[in-house]
Every structure is written in C-alpha cells, then in structure tokens.
C-alpha cells in the first residue's frame, strides 16, 4: 500500500468509462486504487454511450467491476450530438461532485467529451492509454486521441513508440509515464474463467465447429458503407468454404446486415451469426481460435497477448506494436489480400509474435502508484 505524506484534502479522482473496452481498462485501474491507495476517493461516472445488456451489464459482471455511481444515459447519436450530449450532462455532474482530477481512458466520444469539460472547468485530465496514433485523421477516433492527449496533464502510455508521438506533436516529456496496457491485466485476470467456445455456443443453441475463426466488425468506415460491407461480407462467405466463422454481430453492424440483405446472404454459408457476447465468451471464442479477422483495437491486443493470429480488416492501426512485435498483420478490406493472408495462416499457423514490454498483469498497479504520488504532490499542504 502506498504511504505518501497525506494531503489536507482527500484526493478525489473521478473515472470515466462510457464503452465494453473502456470497462476492460477502467476495471483494473479500479482494482489497483482499491488495493494500493485506498485513501483516494473515486467516482465512477458512466456515460451510457454503451446500453446494449452484453456489451456494457454484462461486461461489469464478467469483471467483477462494481456499479457506476452516475450513469448520463446518453445512448447512441452521430459523433457531434453524441459528444455534445455528453458534455452537457457531464458539466452539472463534475460541478456537483469537484473532483481534483479526472481519469479517461481509450478514445471514444466520451474521453474527448469528459476530457474536454473538465480542462475548461480548471481540473487536470489524466488520460490512460495516451499517445496512440493511426496517422489517419478521418477515423473519428484518432482526433478523439490526439485532442485528448494535449488537453491532459498526465499521460500514460501503452506501448513505447507512443512516446514519441507525444513529444513530437509538443507534450512534454516528463507529463508521459509508460505504465503499460491495462487491457492486459483484465485479459491475464479473466483468463481462467474464459467460457469454453463449445460451452458457449450451446448457450446460443449453436453447434460446435471444432476448428473455426472468429469474425467481429464494427468501424463506420467497413460498417456505415453498404458497398463496402457486402465486400467484406462476400469475402467472408469465401473464407468460410475453408474454416467456419463465428460472428458475433455488433447492433451497428447488425442494422447495415439486415438494411441490406446481408444477413440472409451469410446465413447460406459457414458464417454463424450470434448475439453481441460476454467478455468472458468472447476470450473464450479468441483463445479458441485458429484465426481472428477483425477492425477492433483492443482484439488486436488481445490476439496478441493470447499468440493468435489476427488480420485487421484496416488500411493502418493506432497499435502498431501489435505488428511489429505481435501476431497482428494489417490486411486491408481488399478481398484478394485478405484471402491470401487468412489462406497463409492456415497453412502456417500465422505469425509468432512475443508479448510486448509491460504487457505484464500490472500495468494498473503502475498507473495507481503514480497518479497518487501526483495526486498527493499538487494537494500537499
């Protein structure tokens, strides 16, 4: 436990989760505080960007992550009402609650918006899992990152190379702490209770292919796009003729497959459709896999920490260690490359990454431990 000098005040620390991953990075940092600096008081705000039950309740259970003390109740809406909305019920919350600081983590609508009113309201933002940058600012989620990362005040990084992102876009040096990916310590924690794939596909009344890949798509970019997803979708069905695919179908991506007739199109071949999952299903269903074809980060870094082979259904990524030292390869949306690569894995087996530097079950530790010495630093006497 750490023993700091304490502050007069209390420190209070306000967290915003608002998305699935968010949870599976808030939890954690929760865990961590709780354990190692029980003298900082926390808040847990949820925005409510996420209500669907498997993507957001079910996930708090499967965590062991105990309940939001406000939840905004926002729900879905384009990315301008959406953050909008947030900031406008976030502000009375933080006035009302005075935190002397505020966590956010990831990249969604929700880090930018809480981010964005707390650093006009004079309280410093921390900002988990800083620093990443796909280099493609039409992807909403990368000026998501980029503004959040200059309106924070301390920042902790994920992977190394997002250290320099940082120093050359003006962030000074001794603001950056590289504390590792707490997306990791879930994954490491959870593991042993991960629901087996044949056990999990017989809660949905589903057979059980014994060897299969794993399918999730969700980016507006493939989604949004009808031409686009029935490419994707077209692809997948030709893949299927060789290895079964489980899909587990985000609401967004379900709409766009039933609006244009997808659905029944994946029905007549090898790709079995399921409800969105418990994160407990879905490490189940990844560490089960023979491939994993996806345009999500945080399975990116999961593929990589369990050592399957990953195709990202993306022209680039904002986690290029995943690449470079994992078993993440970038495939695109083209189908010709994304059959020749899945087709390569399973003759070979994929890439044999390693896992990266502080991918290690404590990356929560290292953000608890220094966040309160900052803490204790500004609030000392």
């Known amino acids: 436990m750490l023993d700091p000098v304490l502050p007069a005040a209390r420190p209070h620390l306000l967290c915003i989760v608002a998305a699935r991953p968010n949870l599976m990075k808030m939890a954690p940092i929760l865990a961590a505080f709780a354990t190692l600096a029980p003298q900082v008081r926390i808040s847990l705000v949820h925005t409510g960007q996420h209500y669907d039950t498997a993507m957001n309740a079910q996930v708090f259970a499967d965590l062991g992550m105990r309940a939001p003390d406000i939840n905004l109740e926002v729900g879905s809406g384009s990315h301008a009402q959406q953050t909008a909305e947030i900031m406008r019920r976030y502000e009375s919350v933080h006035l009302d609650l005075a935190p002397h600081a505020v966590l956010v983590v990831g990249d969604v609508n929700s880090t930018l918006a809480c981010a964005l009113v707390a650093a006009k309201l004079g309280t410093p933002v921390i900002h988990v899992e800083a620093g990443l940058r796909s280099g493609d600012r039409a992807m909403p989620e990368e000026i998501n990152r980029v503004l959040t990362d200059q309106l924070s005040e301390l920042l902790f990084t994920s992977e190394a190379g997002a250290r320099a992102n940082l120093l050359r876009e003006g962030i000074a040096g001794q603001r950056i702490h590289f504390a590792g990916n707490v997306m990791i310590d879930s994954l490491l924690r959870q593991l042993p209770d991960a629901v087996p794939p044949r056990i999990s596909l017989q809660a949905h009344g589903r057979d059980y ?173």
């Not at 989604?223 to 695919?245: F, N």
């Open 209 to 381: 292919p014994p060897a299969y890949g794993l399918l999730t798509l969700h980016r507006p970019s493939n989604v949004d796009d009808g031409a686009r997803l029935a490419t994707l979708m077209e692809t997948m069905c030709s893949l299927s003729a060789q290895l079964p695919l489980l899909f587990p179908v985000h609401p967004r991506t379900r709409a766009m497959l039933e609006k244009t007739g997808l659905e029944r199109r994946l029905r007549e071949h090898a790709v079995m459709l399921l409800p969105p999952l418990g994160y407990l299903e879905m490490l189940g269903l990844m560490q089960g896999a023979r491939l994993v074809l996806t345009d999500s980060g945080g399975i990116q870094e999961e593929t990589t920490a369990l050592g399957v082979p990953c195709l990202t259904l993306r022209d680039n990524t904002e986690r290029p260690v995943t690449v470079d030292e994992g078993t993440n390869v970038i495939a695109g949306t083209d189908p010709a490359a994304i059959l020749s690569l899945a087709r390569q894995v399973l003759r070979t087996g994929g890439k044999r990454g390693r896992i990266p530097q502080y991918w290690d079950g404590h990356a929560a530790e290292r953000i608890a431990t220094a966040t309160t010495q900052w803490l204790s630093a500004r609030l000392a006497p």
